[in-house]
């Protein structure tokens, strides 16, 4: 969310991120400098999960634990209840070329104890003595940053007060990051999305543009109207415009209105548009077709103002909407794949002039046609980390392979192409009945536990949130995709069968 900010205050944030600059080739390559990094993954959205999964999404980003690879590496891994050491001992023992005690000696959990329902990095700034203990544990503030997950004003006064640069983008570019900015981004770079418009904060305006978009495009089946400043799908409305009459009144489109679908959790069709009011959103055309797919590229700005395209996924979604993020298969089809590529990184430019550094996504709506070729629409800016920044980190870090931009392909150093299928929701029906330990003793049993020789098998994730919800995040990762989905459905299988074993 924007405000306004004090000058002082912004230009002693920025030398501190100019810090950023000398650390560059140290903050994600393997290499022997020394350098601490301090993560804090305060996961906040407008949609309350309990404080079980709320943990579970910061211990989502244990992955990290794998940059202790480089030998004079720190971590400060910052959450806000206490890990299992059972997880803990999993994410080292799979760190490739290190002896998993030295890791341990340079890795320090710190956590407040919390289980409320509030972001992370408040309830450290709220102890101003376990700041001072995170401080301590770093041997040079020069040579150290902080790894947030959602950039916010909580995130950056929190790096000022320890006294790091934070890699992510500043929070007064976060607007840049919402739905309305994101079509003007698009709009900018010459880059096609679907027909609609921004700016949006009453029942009327949704009213108005709906009205618009059946005039611009008739025949128009659904469209959408969407919250500025919603994460992966939450905030999503769809709405089916076959109801209404051929000339609809304005009391037609209100009683449409009262109809769309919403979540649950934000208090109905009054809080949908209540919330719509506070953060503002859009209205566009929702692309239909036989065949669609959602893929997304993940890119980050350097602090160097570099541009560079990390990878492409397909999108699994889901939910009541069809549009809630659920996980991704890697690499996206490379029927479309390097066009998505060449498109993003023209947004990726438009940010760099805003001044943008850190990792984002953008999503794509792309369409096949008859010819064989794909139509694609951009929809969204992700200014953050998101759903496919862990499991391609995973597997990057793991495999040591790089991301060929023109080919659409993962190489790791064997020259064996990289594949894989992941998800943060995981359900079997009984699987609360399993521990994390129960769960990682049958991976290795039963053969589906990740091989560092040979490169392939199942990464978890999100573990904690398995005996409370009964859901688990996984990285299968194959050598082709066809391996990649069959590691996925034989994990499901698997799983299947042993709660069925012991439940009978």
């Known amino acids: 969310m924007s405000r306004s900010v004090d000058p002082t205050d912004q230009a002693a944030y920025d030398a501190l991120q100019a810090k950023l600059v000398p650390l560059w080739s140290s903050l994600d ?10 993560v804090v993954p305060s996961a906040f959205i407008d949609v309350e999960v309990t404080a079980a999964q709320l943990q579970a999404y910061e211990e989502r980003y244990l992955f990290l634990l794998f940059l202790l690879r480089q030998p004079n590496a720190r971590m400060i891994y910052v959450t806000g209840q206490a890990i299992h050491p059972d997880i803990i001992d999993y994410y080292l023992d799979l760190l490739p070329g290190v002896i998993s005690s030295h890791a341990r000696d340079r890795l320090f959990f710190v956590s407040p104890m919390e289980a409320r329902y509030r972001p992370l990095s408040r309830k450290l700034l709220d102890r101003p003595r376990l700041i001072e203990r995170i401080r301590d544990l770093i041997p040079d503030t020069d040579r150290a940053h902080l790894v947030p997950f959602m950039t916010t004003w909580d995130d950056r006064e929190l ?34 999305h679907p027909t609609g418009f921004e700016d949006l904060h009453t029942r009327r305006d949704v009213t108005d543009a709906l009205r618009d978009l059946i005039d611009r495009l008739p025949g128009l089946r659904r469209a959408v109207i969407k919250h500025n400043e919603g994460v992966s799908g939450f905030g ?39 919330m719509l009011e506070r953060e503002g959103g859009i209205v566009e055309a929702m692309i239909d077709a036989e065949s669609i797919s959602s893929p997304s590229v993940q890119l980050r700005i350097t602090p160097l103002g570099e541009v560079e395209v990390l990878s492409t996924h397909d999108q699994i979604l889901g939910g009541d909407s069809g549009q809630v993020f659920l996980g991704s298969c890697f690499p996206a089809n490379k029927g479309y794949a390097r066009e998505i590529s060449r498109s993003a990184r023209k947004v990726g430019e438009e940010l760099v002039k805003k001044g943008v550094i850190g990792r984002f996504a953008l999503d794509y709506i792309v369409v096949e046609q008859p010819d064989g070729s794909w139509d694609e629409y951009a929809i969204e800016v992700n200014l953050r980390k998101g759903g496919t920044t862990h499991p391609f980190l995973t597997l990057q870090f793991l495999t040591d392979g790089t991301y060929d931009e023109d080919q659409a392909v993962f190489v790791a150093p064997s020259g064996i192409e990289k594949y894989y299928v992941a998800s943060d929701h995981l359900t079997i029906a009984g699987m609360e009945a399993l521990t994390p330990k129960d769960l990682l003793d049958i991976a290795l049993q039963r053969d589906l536990h990740f091989d560092q020789t040979r490169q392939v098998g199942s990464v978890f994730h999100m573990l904690s949130a398995m005996p409370t919800h009964g859901n688990v995040g996984v990285t299968c990762v194959g050598d082709s995709e066809e391996d990649a989905h069959a590691r996925y459905e034989e994990l499901v299988s698997v799983l299947t069968e042993e709660v069925a074993a012991f439940s009978s």
């Not at 390559?29 to 301090?38: A, E, R, S």
């Open 29 to 38: 390559h393997l290499n022997k400098d020394p350098q601490t990094i301090v």
């Open 159 to 192: 790096a000022m007060r320890i006294g790091i640069p934070m890699y992510g983008a500043d929070p007064a570019h976060a607007v840049y990051g919402t739905k309305s900015e994101g079509r003007k981004l698009f709009a900018a770079a010459g880059v096609r």
């Open 236 to 274: 999503n409305a769809v709405v089916d415009l076959t109801t209404l009459p051929e000339n609809p009144s304005d009391g037609d489109f209100e009683a449409l209105l009262d109809t769309i679908p919403v979540d649950a959790h934000v208090g109905g069709v009054d809080g949908y548009f209540g």
